[in-house]
């Protein structure tokens, strides 16, 4: 088997020389010479630079980096984690596991992430940084708003989700050939744990220890209100994506039953003396919701039919890159 480290990196030059040492030192590991890890016999370490303007990609080859690819301008994060994605299945990787390059998650704790893969128990494992092991240092509000937005997802779409934006994490080949990635402007990270779990591949979250270093500056967005924004959005489109009939559907009958009860209200007062004008806002109102409440549950009916259809799309781009990354 062939296992690919991928490491996006930003002008990460101070830093990612002893990421990739540390790498390298965690293959000495029992996992990969006695335990689960045995089977796989090839293992290499790609860094995505994402048009650094210091000497990331110099420093990545004099640690011994296997594959650098670099491109200009910075495109952000979604863009460095396609590029990985296709880069690992046209090499015939068989797993890929996303690490940062700051040197915040330990690579010894690689192996806790492929585990469940290698034993056929999950398809993505995506590091866990609110579990048995707390984040040390965190910024109180990324991680409230983090757990927030994971509950209420995980709710949305009858799945529990544990953390969303931890870019620690590790996929097997039918993840990597089953992802879609269409945003690239911004983080894949919520992106592609909705786009998995819509596709129902096994997802797994895993606690691993993480530092926060206190000198530690955002390289995705500067501004936490960005930040929301961009990720409100990503979240937003992925989940109408993936579960139409309740993104529309749900408001809408929650109008539709509002209207029906609007309208009850104006009988029951109506035929107690059979005047119209004292309970008119009940029937401008009632009438109002009614008819938004119809216009979402068409639009959930239509959504679901263009789901039909892009799942019908995705299956046949699943085959396409199946036949095009076929591992000789």
């Known amino acids: 088997m062939k296992l690919i480290i991928n490491i996006p ?44 303007t210091d000497k990331t990609a110099a420093v990545s080859k004099e640690n011994g980096a296997d594959i ?8 952000r994060l979604a863009y460095s984690f396609k590029r990985a994605v296709e880069n690992s299945l046209a090499l015939g990787a068989d797993l890929m596991v996303n690490i940062d390059a700051d040197g915040q998650f330990n690579p010894q704790d690689i192996p806790t992430l492929l585990k469940p893969i290698l034993n056929n128990q999950a398809d993505m494992v995506i590091a866990n940084r609110f579990g048995k092991h707390k984040a040390t240092n965190i910024p109180l509000l990324r991680k409230v708003l983090n757990q927030t937005a994971s509950y209420l997802i995980g709710f949305f779409l009858g799945h529990k989700t544990n953390d969303l934006t931890c870019g620690f994490r590790a996929h097997n080949r039918e993840t990597l050939l089953r992802f879609n990635l269409t945003n690239i402007h911004f983080t894949y990270t919520q992106e592609t744990i909705i786009d998995a779990i819509g596709k129902n591949l096994k997802l797994q979250w895993v606690s691993v ?57 104006f009988a029951f007062n109506y035929f107690q003396n059979f005047k ?14 009614l008819l938004l409440g119809i216009q979402l549950i068409i639009f959930a009916l239509i959504a679901d039919m263009i789901k039909s259809n892009r799942q019908l799309t995705e299956e046949f781009m699943y085959q396409w890159k199946k036949d095009k990354y076929n591992k000789k």
């Open 68 to 75: 650098i690819i670099s491109y200009y301008p910075n495109r």
């Open 209 to 265: 220890p993480v530092t926060y270093f206190d000198d530690r500056k955002a390289k995705i967005t500067k501004s936490i209100f960005k930040f929301i924004n961009n990720s409100s959005k990503i979240i937003i489109k992925a989940i109408r994506d993936v579960r139409p009939l309740k993104f529309f559907g749900w408001p809408g009958l929650f109008l539709f039953s509002i209207g029906i009860v609007g309208f009850i209200i």
């Open 9 to 52: 990196a930003y002008n990460e030059e101070s830093i990612i020389g002893e990421t990739i040492v540390n790498i390298k030192k965690s293959f000495t590991d029992n996992f990969y010479q006695k335990e689960e890890g045995i089977i796989i016999t090839e293992k290499i370490i790609q860094v995505i630079d994402d048009g650094s």
């Open 276 to 289: 119209i004008s004292p309970f008119l806002h009940y029937i401008i109102f009632s009438s109002i919701a």
